[in-house]
């Protein structure tokens, strides 16, 4: 959102538009990095939920630096580097996703708007649709299905199939995509 979107969400929230941003996850899977930061090989599940909390709020630090609030702000908490995998084969009678580096298997995060949703397609699309009817945004951006990362090109998927299961009675929003990778 930061590197897509910043100086977008600054001249909407001087022009008085309401903002809100969604993460699809927490970022908790940046195994290099995390691993670099610790100083060490290994990492416990336990320390990569706790990144994946710094990193929540990291990025709550950089919208509040465009001028949003925490209210504006939903977590989803889904797996880092595993949205993808969950939109290719993780849907109704498949079990859900299951993270190889935090061992979780349903949004662990208790402050994330899908705490304890597991790591299924429907969950995914249900939240999506929750917020798109709680919020009637007019536009959404989000990232392009040819950005090289896999939770991007995931993001647009979910978001447009979440789009065409709203059913809106009047126009839908408009939706515009940016690249990132």
Same mark, same amino acid.
């Given at each position: 959102?930061?590197?897509?979107?910043?100086?977008?969400?600054?001249?909407?929230?001087?022009?008085?538009?309401?903002?809100?941003?969604?993460?699809?996850?927490?970022?908790?899977?940046? =195994?290099?990095?995390?691993?670099?930061?610790?100083?060490?090989?290994?990492?416990?599940?336990?320390?990569?939920?706790?990144?994946?909390?710094?990193?929540?709020? =990291?990025?709550?630090?950089?919208? =509040?630096?465009?001028?949003?609030?925490?209210? /504006? +702000?939903?977590?989803?908490?889904?797996?880092?580097?595993?949205?993808?995998?969950?939109?290719?084969?993780?849907?109704?009678?498949?079990?859900?996703?299951?993270?190889?580096?935090?061992?979780?298997?349903?949004?662990?995060?208790?402050?994330?708007?899908?705490?304890?949703?597991?790591?299924?397609? =429907?969950?995914?699309?249900?939240?999506? +649709?929750?917020?798109?009817?709680?919020?009637?945004?007019?536009?959404?951006?989000?990232?392009?299905?040819?950005?090289?990362?896999? /939770?991007?090109?995931?993001?647009?998927?979910?978001?447009?199939?979440?789009?065409?299961?709203?059913?809106?009675?009047?126009?839908?929003?408009?939706?515009?995509?940016?690249?990132?990778?």
């Amino acid at each position: 959102e930061v590197i897509g979107t910043a100086g977008l969400i600054q001249k909407a929230r001087r022009a008085g538009a309401r903002v809100r941003v969604v993460y699809l996850t927490n970022g908790d899977h940046d =195994e290099i990095a995390f691993k670099i930061d610790a100083g060490r090989f290994a990492l416990t599940p336990r320390e990569y939920l706790a990144m994946g909390e710094r990193r929540r709020r =990291e990025s709550a630090a950089a919208a =509040e630096f465009l001028g949003l609030e925490k209210g /504006d +702000l939903i977590f989803l908490g889904y797996p880092d580097f595993g949205t993808m995998h969950i939109w290719e084969q993780h849907w109704g009678p498949a079990p859900a996703f299951s993270n190889d580096l935090t061992r979780a298997s349903a949004v662990p995060y208790p402050d994330n708007f899908s705490y304890r949703a597991p790591y299924k397609g =429907e969950s995914i699309v249900a939240d999506l +649709l929750r917020i798109l009817k709680e919020y009637r945004p007019t536009a959404i951006f989000v990232t392009m299905p040819a950005d090289f990362n896999a /939770d991007h090109q995931a993001a647009w998927c979910f978001l447009s199939l979440a789009v065409l299961e709203a059913g809106f009675q009047t126009r839908p929003p408009d939706v515009f995509l940016f690249l990132v990778h």
